[in-house]
């Protein structure tokens, strides 16, 4: 699909679609639980889908209807399929292999895109040190337990994905465990998002010193119904035409979230008024927008990037290619991107989403303000489906053709 922008001035109020990233959290606790239990706020995405594809797996019934998921049934200690498909989603997969290793079924895990080119090794490494199953080809995965209660030592500088994956399955064991998280540990709030969902569901957790946590054995997740918050990654995005001469502002967000991205208020004024250096290693999400707005203000330095490598695309580099066609020239190093400011000019070729819905998000940001085409627009589905229907309605000239 391919999205033709005219120049046009966003102004307005948007609701922010629900926390992609709590959504998840919510699902999985609540489809752990037994129900029944509803969750509200889900908005239908790829991502989700995979999400509540795992869970089904695991023979959790549910239903549906508008924003609210109502969950029951399920146990992950009896025969999942033998199969599950996780799409494209990063999150669904790291969060749920812990889960399928506590049974002793070999389970096969599919993803679609990138997916399995994302780095497992932490969990390979772990099945290796306890002699279980692990093995990996193409774009398959397949795992077998049981895993056993005990020390688990993980690095906190590839995705802390790893890290709540472990949370959701250590309390379901019958004996405590101890999670020792290697320094530094990068995405920090996320890990904490995990922990505030499982205490929703009952579930506990306590940090005995800054980079350890104990886990409690012999807990059970208890049925509760739960509301999603708004989403500041995707927020982001809305309140970028701010930058860009319009005014807008997204609603139904929580001031005092764990969503390490709501950091991004702080970096939009930082770019307004200078030309800022930004550390992404707690919110690398916030690559792309970040990348495209600098460009289109005084620029900036962006720190801690080696992480955007293994997104949905190498959003560092694509991000790089696609600001090239905009007159932008970046400059990237290991672990370091420097965006100039002042330079954006009209596309004289059609813009790459790359697969990739925060690129596609954040060159639309860009051409509402010069104009041009993206192709392969479709990407926005994997988290935002409903993202050009929301810009259009804050005064956004965009049309999307199929290709």
């Known amino acids: 699909m391919r999205a033709e922008f005219k120049p046009s001035v966003a102004k307005g109020v948007a609701a922010a679609p629900p926390s992609k990233s709590m959504g998840h959290r919510m699902l999985i606790c609540a489809g ?37 998921v109502t969950l029951k049934g399920g146990d992950v200690f009896t025969s999942p399929k033998e199969v599950v498909s996780c799409r494209e989603s990063g999150s669904t997969l790291r969060f749920f292999v812990p889960l399928f290793l506590l049974g002793k079924q070999k389970v096969t895990l599919t993803g679609e895109g990138r997916l399995m080119e994302r780095p497992m090794g932490v969990y390979q490494t772990l099945c290796r040190e306890r002699t279980l199953l692990f093995g990996q080809e193409g774009d398959k995965l397949y795992v077998r337990g049981p895993l056993q209660p005990g020390l688990f030592t993980v690095p906190g500088d590839v995705s802390s994905q790893f890290i709540s994956g472990l949370l959701f399955a250590l309390p379901l ?52 119904d739960t509301v999603v918050e708004g989403d500041w990654s995707n927020a982001a995005f809305l309140e ?18 764990l969503q390490g991205d709501k950091i991004y ?120 489906p409903h993202f050009f229907d929301c810009i259009r309605s804050l005064g956004v000239e965009v049309e999307l053709h199929e290709d």
């Open 32 to 68: 752990l639980s037994g129900g029944p239990c509803q969750v509200k706020g889900i908005a239908p995405s790829q991502d989700m889908m995979a999400t509540l594809d795992c869970l089904a797996a695991m023979g959790v019934q549910y239903d549906w209807q508008g924003d609210t």
């Open 240 to 257: 970028g035409f701010s930058l860009l001469e319009g005014e807008v502002t997204a609603s139904g967000l929580i001031e005092d979230s």
């Open 265 to 384: 208020k702080k970096y939009y004024k930082m770019l307004q008024n200078g030309c800022p250096e930004l550390d992404l290693q707690q919110c690398p999400d916030l690559g792309p927008v970040l990348m495209a707005l600098a460009a289109a203000n005084y620029g900036a330095t962006l720190t801690g990037t080696r992480r955007l490598a293994i997104k949905e695309s190498d959003r560092g580099a694509v991000m790089a290619e696609e600001l090239e066609k905009l007159g932008v020239h970046c400059l990237r190093t290991d672990n370091t991107i420097t965006v100039p400011g002042g330079q954006l000019t009209r596309p004289t070729e059609v813009l790459s989403g790359h697969n990739d819905h925060r690129v596609v998000m954040a060159l639309s940001l860009l051409l509402s303000r010069v104009g041009g085409t993206i192709e392969g627009a479709q990407a926005v589905s994997k988290s935002f």
């Open 173 to 224: 064991m019958e004996a405590g465990s101890v999670l020792s998280i290697t320094p530094p540990v990068e995405s920090r709030p996320y890990i904490e998002m995990t922990r505030q969902a499982q205490a929703m569901f009952g579930v506990e957790s306590v940090w005995t010193d800054e980079n350890t946590l104990r886990i409690f054995g012999g807990q059970r997740y208890q049925p509760v």
